[in-house]
T-cell receptor, first 116, second 115 residues
Framework: AQKITQTQPGMFVQEKEAVTLDCTYD???????LFWYKQPSSGEMIFLIY??????QNATEGRYSLNFQKARKSANLVISASQLGDSAMYFC?????????????FGRGTSLIVHP | DADVTQTPRNRITKTGKRIMLECSQT?????MYWYRQDPGLGLRLIYY???????NKGEISDGYSVSRQAQAKFSLSLESAIPNQTALYFC??????????????FGPGTRLTVL
C-alpha cells in the first residue's frame, strides 16, 4: 500500500526567502510517481511538479524544485524566492506504476503563509 | 472553457435529502475520480472509474454512490445526506497512458453543506 506523510501542518516564510515543504512516502513498488499540488484560498487544485522514481535529476519548474531522496523516501518541495501569492495549502501525492492500479494517494497537506 | 467542470459549485441541503453532484470533462480521459476534502485530512478518495464499465470503491465510499454515464460524465450521489458529509468535493481526471506524467486534473470543487 502507498502512504504519504506531510508532517508540517503549517509553515511560515518571509517574502523572497526559500522554503522547504516536507513529504515522505512509503511504497513497495519500484516504479512510482510523486506530485505536488497547490490549493490557494480560492479552492482549486493546481498541479505544480512531478518526479518519476527512475528520474535521475531532481525535477524543477520555475521557482519550484523537488528534492528527491530516494533512499530516504522523501520528496520535499522547495520554493525559491517566496511570493505573497505562494500562500496556500500544498499537497504531496504519489501514484503507483502505470501497469498497476495507478490510484493516487494524497498527504494531509501543509499550509504555507508568506509574510511581507 | 474549463476542462473539468462540476455542478453545483455550492449546495446547502438538509439531512436525509438525496443530492447529486455532477462532473463533466472535455479532456478525453478515461479515468475519473471523486474526492472529498476535510480540513486537516487532505483528499480522500470516494470512488474512481477507469472507464464507463469500470467503477471502484475508494477509501470512504460508504454513504455514496456513483454513475459513469459516459466517458465524459461521472456523477456522485448522496442517497440520504448526513451532516458529516459536509465537505469540499472534487472531481478529477487522469490519463496515465497519454504521454504525460499521470497527474490529475481537478474540477473547481463543490462545497456541500448538510444541515
Amino acid at each position: 500500500a502507498q502512504k504519504i506523510t506531510q508532517t508540517q501542518p503549517g509553515m511560515f516564510v518571509q517574502e523572497k526567502e526559500a522554503v522547504t515543504l516536507d513529504c515522505t512516502y512509503d511504497t513497495s513498488d519500484p516504479s512510482y510517481g510523486l506530485f505536488w499540488y497547490k490549493q490557494p484560498s480560492s479552492g482549486e487544485m493546481i498541479f505544480l511538479i512531478y518526479q518519476g522514481s527512475y528520474d535521475q535529476q531532481n525535477a524543477t519548474e520555475g521557482r519550484y524544485s523537488l528534492n528527491f531522496q530516494k533512499a530516504r523516501k522523501s520528496a520535499n518541495l522547495v520554493i525559491s524566492a517566496s511570493q505573497l501569492g505562494d500562500s496556500a495549502m500544498y499537497f504531496c501525492a504519489m501514484r503507483g506504476p502505470p501497469g498497476g492500479s495507478y490510484i493516487p494517494t494524497f498527504g494531509r497537506g501543509t499550509s504555507l503563509i508568506v509574510h511581507p | 472553457d474549463a476542462d473539468v467542470t462540476q455542478t453545483p459549485r455550492n449546495r446547502i441541503t438538509k439531512t436525509g435529502k438525496r443530492i447529486m453532484l455532477e462532473c463533466s470533462q472535455t479532456k478525453g480521459h478515461d479515468r475519473m475520480y471523486w474526492y472529498r476534502q476535510d480540513p486537516g485530512l487532505g483528499l480522500r478518495l470516494i470512488y474512481y472509474s477507469f472507464d464507463v464499465k469500470d467503477i471502484n470503491k475508494g477509501e470512504i465510499s460508504d454513504g455514496y454512490s456513483v454513475s459513469r454515464q459516459a466517458q465524459a460524465k461521472f456523477s456522485l450521489s448522496l442517497e440520504s445526506a448526513i451532516p458529516n458529509q459536509t465537505a469540499l468535493y472534487f472531481c478529477a481526471t487522469s490519463d496515465p497512458h497519454g504521454g504525460g506524467d499521470g497527474e490529475q486534473f481537478f474540477g473547481p470543487g463543490t462545497r456541500l453543506t448538510v444541515l
